[in-house]
């Protein structure tokens, strides 16, 4: 027989109850944050990004845009440490400032699609009704849209660029947060306490602000890591087909384009650059990830 | 009856669809007539070609115009190619699904089989092993990966062509690339729901009268796990056209993804609206079929 696993995951029965008293439920969350190995690693990556972020004009051994013909292609060398790509400029400096170019980007996307999408969300949850068959059907409407297909149309009404492309990756993020923060708030909203708030006369406002959404923040966050990755790699695949930010910005998608020109006698320009795409949207997913279950009753260590 | 109310209520999110496809194509900025006539055109060629394609009648008009034709299957000509955009989607549109078909094939059976396997072994390296592959699944960015295989198989190794359409080898890279990041993500899946189901206690009635292990676990168990795997599929959907646009593009492969992506960069705004409107459209009915799937798999969803 193999292991049925009923021992460590609680029966479909266990209640999953009101929020506990904040020091009693803290502490199985922490413990299961810093008890996953992955986590951490997620934690560290996205520290490392971050830095790699703020410290760039510091950390760049070379001008990111400057480059010299006579250096063209070369490989990674004690001068230039990652090479050097198709127009002689040092990659490892275009890596550094292609971090902060997509921090940037997925900090404000985030901004974007984390306020549309938890007001909508809010609402729609909050006043059920005719507001959350409008917003139910708005964001159907751009779930009906293909996953990128999206962002490539809000980008060619708005053409190339960065601000575009903060755009349309928001806009791209919009559903998500108005799913979960709907769902959130729904379930939130059946708590007593929120009832009594209500009962107690307090103005609508005040109980969705301050007694619902400050308890429905744990999904938010645990979207946002998710959602953040999500937007580096929708903007560095923007980037990579062309529509988003151009050449010759180090853009990570936008130095990879570039690089494929090259990739037979030069792929240490598409692979290195790649790698650090695919790393930091790891951090951001692995994050994410731990976060999530710690933030989960059925998934606690106790 | 279940079908036919998601069908009905699949018609106003169609309605908003055209509307915003519509309402986007005619917000890009330039001078569709303009870019027909060419820089050297009179003001009144280009007039001329302006009323010509009904650009100078009302906005609101031209949408019952555009909707008008839309009902035949009119989508108006391409500035690019100079044929019927239609035409131009419906030759491309075969290619698309090909490769589609193909990475989700690969998805599906790569994906469920790792999940079940992993359920089985819980707690092993080889399960440690599966949750990895699933989340370095999503967070690879396709077009690293076709290059990456690009640079082994095609480059390096001379096994696989780098590019291009035609035969079976042609679709081996493209389809990997599809596949590799939906078998990560339907591995979780089946893991998790095969888990849940082990546990149930159908599940421990059929082992304990005895019945192979084999058999409880294909019959009774992967059964009712695949409820929610199914669900997820109709989810991944659009993740999954959004890597199906990039690695039509690093691959050359001649479908509607890589269409929209060239009529974007052309600026070809009729084209732009049909594809896009036609990938909505696939991608609507592709979200209804996964819903009546889902209905045949659980029955309790029909009653819902």
Do not use: C
């Not at chain 1, 695919?278 to 710690?294: E, I, M, Q």
């Not at chain 2, 009302?58 to 019952?64: S, W």
């Not at chain 2, 399960?127 to 295989?149: C, E, K, Q």
Request: charged share 15%; glycine share 10%; hydrophobic share 55%.
């Amino acid at each position: 027989m193999p292991d049925m696993g009923g021992e460590v995951l609680p029966g479909p029965g266990t209640p999953v109850g009101a929020p506990e008293p904040r020091s009693v439920w803290r502490s199985p969350f922490v413990r299961t944050l810093v008890g996953d190995p992955w986590t951490i690693l997620g934690a560290l990556i996205v520290v490392l990004f971050l830095l790699m972020a703020l410290l760039a004009p510091w950390l760049a051994t070379h001008e990111p845009t400057r480059g010299s013909i006579v250096a063209r292609l070369q490989p990674p060398s004690p001068e230039h440490w990652f090479g050097t790509d198709g127009l002689g400029r040092d990659l490892f400096s275009r890596v550094l400032y292609g971090a902060r170019l997509s921090a940037l980007i997925g900090f404000l996307a985030i901004v974007v699609s984390g306020t549309i999408g938890t007001v909508l969300g809010a609402l729609a949850g909050f006043y059920e009704g005719w507001t959350d068959t409008l917003v139910g059907r708005t964001v159907d409407t751009l779930l009906a849209f293909p996953g990128i297909l999206l962002a490539i149309l809000v980008l060619a009404v708005l053409g190339p660029g960065i601000v575009s492309v903060i755009i349309a990756v928001g806009i791209f993020g919009v559903p998500t947060y108005a799913r979960v923060v709907r769902a959130t708030v729904l379930s939130v909203k059946q708590f007593d306490y929120v009832e009594a708030a209500a009962a107690l006369g307090a103005h609508t406002l005040i109980i969705l602000t301050r007694h619902v959404m400050r308890n429905s923040w744990a999904p938010i966050i645990v979207l946002t890591s998710l959602n953040f990755g999500t937007a580096v790699l929708t903007a560095s695949a923007l980037s990579f087909l062309g529509v988003g930010v151009q050449p010759p910005s180090p853009e990570w998608g936008a130095i990879i384009a570039e690089g494929r020109q090259y990739i037979r006698v030069a792929p240490h320009v598409t692979t290195i650059t790649g790698l650090f795409i695919f790393v930091t949207v790891l951090g951001f997913n692995l994050l994410g990830d731990g976060l999530r279950d710690a933030s989960d009753p059925r998934t606690q260590r106790r | 009856m279940y079908f036919a109310r998601r069908l009905l209520e699949a018609i106003p999110v169609i309605i908003a669809v055209t509307f915003i496809v519509f309402v986007s194509v005619r917000l890009i900025p330039g001078d569709p007539a303009r870019v027909i006539a060419g820089l050297e055109a009179t003001d009144a060629t280009v007039e001329a070609i302006r009323a010509d394609l009904g650009l100078d009648r009302p906005v609101l008009l031209q949408y019952v115009v555009f909707l008008r034709g839309l009902a035949v299957g009119d989508l108006g000509t391409s500035y690019y190619y100079g044929t019927p955009v239609i035409e131009e989607v419906l030759r491309r549109f075969p290619a698309t699904m090909e490769l589609a078909l193909a990475g989700l094939a690969i998805s599906i059976v790569v994906g469920i089989g790792i999940g079940v396997l992993s359920a089985v072994k819980r707690g092993t390296w080889w399960d440690r092993g599966t949750l990895v592959f699933a989340i370095a699944g999503v967070s690879m960015p396709s077009f690293w990966l076709a290059l990456m295989l690009i640079i082994v198989f095609a480059v390096d190794l001379g096994w696989l062509p780098a590019g291009g359409y035609g035969t079976w080898r042609h679709l081996v890279l493209p389809a990997v690339t599809l596949g590799l990041f939906g078998a990560g993500t339907i591995a979780r899946l089946t893991r998790s729901s095969m888990l849940e189901v082990l546990r149930q206690d159908y599940v421990r009635t059929a082992a304990a009268k005895g019945l192979p292990f084999r058999s409880v676990l294909f019959k009774h168990a992967l059964r009712n796990a695949l409820v929610p795997v199914v669900t997820m599929l109709g989810l991944q959907l659009g993740a999954f056209l959004s890597r199906a646009v990039v690695t039509e593009t690093v691959f050359g492969w001649p479908g509607i993804a890589r269409l929209t992506v060239t009529a974007v960069l052309d600026r070809d705004f009729p084209l732009i609206q049909g594809s896009v409107l036609w990938l909505a459209l696939v991608f609507i009915a592709a979200n209804l079929f996964v819903d009546v799937v889902y209905a045949v798999i659980d029955p309790r969803i029909r009653y819902a």
